[in-house]
């Protein structure tokens, strides 16, 4: 495949902050459709890099094209999920779900049925009036997760979108994920820190390196799909786990460790 068949090429991206050299030289190329986790140490430049593909950031150098284009903003090719669920707390689910397309002028009468086929999709069907405060952190997750779909997006970027909830209902939204991205086979890049939510979800992961943050390693999950989630304890999944702890350990120490020094 040449690189213009890509859904994403990126080829020698780097950003500077000033003199922190956040990311030097990342090249990546992704496939229309693939699933792809980035983990990698606290400060390699992960959600720095999600937010230069989602158009929020520039770079300093280098090529990052979207369908063979250039990336210039911000667009609705793109779906933004974030760790924290930052809903509008006086908007209920389905104004809240709806902003993407309210801000693009699209609301309606179709735009309500998607909607609310996407709200059944990510499991809210009956909350459709729900505040935000009436609603759990994984129910707001959906929302989000809802909201960023609502745009119809061709590339999702989510950036530790599942770190503020419980370990059950985590992996019950690790799921549904999977089974949304099934079914809508979109393109995502999904930032993790915990490395089993990385193997289980992706095709693919992407190990980055930090000082400077980049890319040090890619990691081709070959696990059947659809994964029922008891396939985290088989031999092949562990396998995976380990490999990939294996490669960032010794940079999560010295990140953990710096931390604490201040
Ligand atoms: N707007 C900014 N101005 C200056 N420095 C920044 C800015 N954004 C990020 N950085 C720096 O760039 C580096 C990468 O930050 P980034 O947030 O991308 O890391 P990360 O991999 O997402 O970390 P974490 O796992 O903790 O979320 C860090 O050293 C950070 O301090
Ligand atoms: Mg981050």
Redesign the pocket.
Known sequence: MGAASNKLNVAGLT?R??P?E??SGVDVAVDRGEFISIV????????????IVGGL?TASAGVIELDGRGIVGPGSDRGFVFQSDNLLPWRDVVSNTEIGPELAGKLGPEQRARTLKLLELVGLKGFEHYYPRQLSGGMRQRVNLARALAVDPTLLLM??PFSALDAQTREIMQTELSRIWEEGKKTVLF?T?QIDEAVYLSDRVFV?A?RP?RVNEVIDIDLPRPRPLDIKRTPAFVAYVERIWKLIENDVRVSVLEEHEG
Request: hydrophobic share 30%; charged share 25%.
């Open positions: 950003k902050f000033g922190l956040a990311l990698g140490p606290s400060g390699c430049g992960k959600t720095t890099f999600l937010r950031e950036d530790e930032v820190h980055f930090r943050g």
